[in-house]
């Protein structure tokens, strides 16, 4: 798998040290360099890259601005490079793969380039299987009505959520979560031996999580099913569902299908 990368910065020694430091990765093949924003949504527009080492400060338009710039394609992966550590949260709000601080440090760029791997592999299996399917839908259709098909946006669904909380960013991976509760426009995320503070609606939140998986118990409660440990019955319908952690969460009349899939 050859990961076509573009790298945009407006410092040239920049540009040199970052090619310098991709050299190893021969699966790393530089596309194009750019040396500012509008030069950036260009390149990214014709060439439609993999990925792009983009810088946030430069003249004209920043790196959240090509970002921006791209978001009616289907946008490449974003890796943030920049000498200014304050604009962290805004590159992960921004959904980037990482945040990497000038001079790039060799180890964080190779843990970089796992996580964009991986991040290239999930989307290209999923396009695959739907060329499939296309495929098979036009010389055999009667194989396709018969194919059991994944839900076509199993492969959209996050894997991992940024989460600021007490002035820090957490990377929470998303199997770990027990369960999630609302508080107005705040949702609290629990672990197994953790809770974070959230600002997201229950609404959006639930866009962003596998339904097959993360399942709403009550009316402010999402629970993961993969979690779950045992159910106990409780009274006029009710019940509580016992996590992996010990922890207890009541599901209401309202839901009970979700507890009829645990009783065979």
Same mark, same amino acid.
């Given at each position: 798998?050859?990961?076509?990368?573009?790298?945009?910065?407006?410092?040239?020694?920049?540009?040199?040290?970052?090619?310098?430091?991709?050299?190893?990765?021969?699966?790393?093949?530089?596309?194009?360099?750019?040396?500012?924003?509008?030069?950036?949504?260009? /390149?990214?527009?014709?060439?439609?890259?993999?990925?792009?080492? +983009?810088?946030?400060?430069?003249?004209?338009?920043?790196?959240?601005?090509?970002?921006?710039?791209?978001?009616?394609?289907?946008?490449?992966?974003?890796?943030?490079?920049?000498?200014?550590?304050?604009? /962290?949260?805004?590159?992960?709000?921004?959904?980037?793969?990482?945040? +990497?601080?000038?001079?790039?440090?060799?180890?964080?760029?190779?843990?970089?380039?796992?996580?964009?791997?991986?991040?290239?592999?999930?989307?290209?299996?999923?396009?695959?299987?739907?060329?499939?399917? $296309?495929?098979? /839908?036009?010389?055999?259709? $009667?194989?396709?009505?018969?194919?059991?098909?994944?839900?076509?946006?199993?492969?959209?669904?996050?894997?991992?959520?940024?989460?600021?909380?007490?002035?820090?960013?957490?990377?929470?991976?998303?199997?770990?979560?027990?369960?999630?509760?609302?508080?107005?426009?705040?949702?609290?995320?629990?672990?197994?031996?953790?809770?974070?503070? +959230?600002?997201?609606?229950?609404?959006?939140?639930?866009?962003?999580?596998?339904?097959?998986?993360?399942?709403?118990?009550?009316?402010?409660?999402?629970?993961?099913?993969?979690?779950?440990?045992?159910?106990?019955?409780?009274?006029?319908?009710?019940?509580?569902?016992?996590?992996?952690?010990?922890?207890?969460?009541?599901?209401?009349?309202?839901?009970?299908?979700?507890?009829?899939?645990?009783?065979?």
């Amino acid at each position: 798998m050859t990961i076509r990368t573009l790298i945009v910065d407006d410092e040239k020694l920049a540009i040199q040290g970052l090619q310098l430091r991709l050299e190893p990765y021969s699966d790393v093949e530089i596309i194009g360099t750019c040396a500012n924003g509008r030069e950036a949504i260009r /390149a990214i527009k014709t060439e439609k890259p993999d990925l792009v080492f +983009l810088d946030i400060q430069m003249p004209g338009f920043d790196g959240f601005s090509v970002v921006k710039g791209v978001m009616e394609l289907e946008p490449p992966l974003f890796v943030f490079v920049t000498a200014f550590e304050e604009h /962290a949260i805004r590159a992960f709000e921004a959904n980037a793969v990482n945040y +990497l601080m000038k001079p790039v440090d060799e180890d964080k760029l190779a843990d970089t380039l796992d996580r964009v791997r991986t991040r290239l592999a999930e989307k290209r299996s999923a396009d695959e299987a739907k060329k499939l399917q $296309d495929v098979l /839908a036009e010389i055999a259709p $009667d194989a396709i009505e018969n194919m059991p098909i994944e839900d076509e946006n199993a492969g959209r669904y996050e894997k991992m959520i940024n989460i600021k909380d007490r002035g820090q960013i957490f990377r929470v991976d998303v199997d770990s979560i027990e369960h999630i509760e609302a508080a107005g426009d705040y949702m609290c995320i629990y672990t197994g031996d953790n809770s974070l503070i +959230l600002r997201e609606t229950m609404k959006d939140l639930e866009r962003r999580l596998d339904p097959r998986v993360f399942q709403r118990v009550h009316r402010s409660t999402i629970v993961n099913l993969d979690q779950v440990r045992q159910v106990k019955p409780h009274t006029n319908g009710e019940c509580f569902l016992v996590l992996g952690s010990g922890a207890e969460v009541k599901v209401s009349r309202s839901y009970r299908d979700v507890v009829a899939r645990f009783v065979h």
